[in-house]
């Protein structure tokens, strides 16, 4: 009994810290602190829509940001919005999800393209970070045309210059360090992964586990090659990629794609692999073997693919002998 009581007083004693609010407004600023992290945001300000204002680590006088950032940035048919634009503020409200995270939903709307937009921003207990999402309401009652998403558009106090990362641009071909452009040659998920169903979760799960192995065994991210014969994405072709690892001779993996070609299969050659050593082909993610040659025949003869579907594509192993 004396346990029970202990462990009672306990979780009554800390519950209250994680569930204190980390967001806190009125009609012209949002105040994001979680005591690690503090994020203040305006909204209305110099005729502008919402700007972010100041970033800060706690207990540092030092500012990350240059004041009256301009939040996001997206294309419209074809028409560049910022928060610099006319944003009305509709609404804030309390946002929280299943891993203790707490702040905000700001709702705003762009009356002219009858356009509403939700910004959500997530803190969590003692993590110097703010996680943000951005859902889009279409009110017009007509088809428009998103593109060019840039969810944290900030700029930095010391360099004026916005937010950069790691992207994988090109059809993930090539991986890069700059600022996501989001075009079409720039991968983007979209969807809510908590509706995918059990077969659909643990499909993309092996995709993921597969791509995490071959990275661990080929590095395959710092290497990409243009694969014989095979061009630029376009309609009516085929086309694909290898990324092998030339410095180890290990092997890495290969792209192949069909787009609306009219031949069912074509073949592939893989360059740069040890021209005397043996290596397997193994289909992806299941890891079945297709065939085995040396490097030499890999880049003379190389391997059958055939994609009966119009839109198809595949992904292989390239995988060196007693590896």
Request: net charge neutral.
């Amino acid at each position: 009994m004396k346990k029970f009581t202990f462990v009672l007083i306990m979780w009554l004693s800390i519950s209250p810290v994680f569930s204190q609010p980390f967001a806190h407004w009125d009609e012209k600023s949002l105040t994001l602190d979680n005591g690690a992290i503090k994020r203040q945001i305006l909204f209305g300000s110099d005729q502008k829509g919402i700007v972010s204002q100041s970033m800060k680590l706690a207990g540092d006088d030092q500012e990350f940001l240059y004041a009256g950032s301009e939040e996001f940035a997206f294309n419209i048919d074809g028409k560049k919005l910022t928060g610099l634009d006319a944003w009305k503020l509709i609404s804030i409200t309390k946002a929280t999800d299943e891993n203790d995270g707490n702040g905000a939903l700001v709702t705003l709307e762009n009356s002219d393209l009858k356009l509403q937009i939700g910004i959500t921003y997530l803190l969590y207990p003692k993590l110097p970070l703010v996680r943000k999402k951005i859902s889009f309401t279409n009110q017009s009652g007509a088809e428009i045309n998103l593109e060019g998403l840039d969810t944290e558009r900030l700029r930095f106090e010391a360099s004026g210059t916005g937010t950069e990362s790691w992207v994988l641009n090109d059809y993930a071909r090539q991986k890069s360090l700059g600022q996501f452009v989001g075009n079409w040659y720039d991968p983007i998920v979209l969807g809510d992964p908590r509706k995918l169903s059990a077969d659909q979760r643990t499909r993309i799960k092996h995709w993921a586990d597969w791509l995490r192995k071959m990275q661990t065994k080929h590095d395959f991210m710092s290497f990409r090659q243009d694969l014989p014969g095979f061009g630029e994405p376009m309609e009516g072709c085929w086309d694909g990629y290898q990324r092998v690892n030339t410095d180890t001779k290990s092997g890495g993996i290969v792209g192949v794609f069909r787009q609306g070609a009219k031949e069912t299969q074509r073949t592939v050659t893989v360059q740069m692999l040890d021209p005397v050593a043996n290596y397997r082909i193994l289909s992806a993610p299941e890891g079945k073997k297709i065939s085995s040659m040396t490097g030499k025949e890999l880049a003379e003869k190389g391997f059958n693919v055939q994609l009966t579907k119009e839109y198809d594509g595949l992904l292989f192993q390239i995988q060196k002998n007693n590896i």
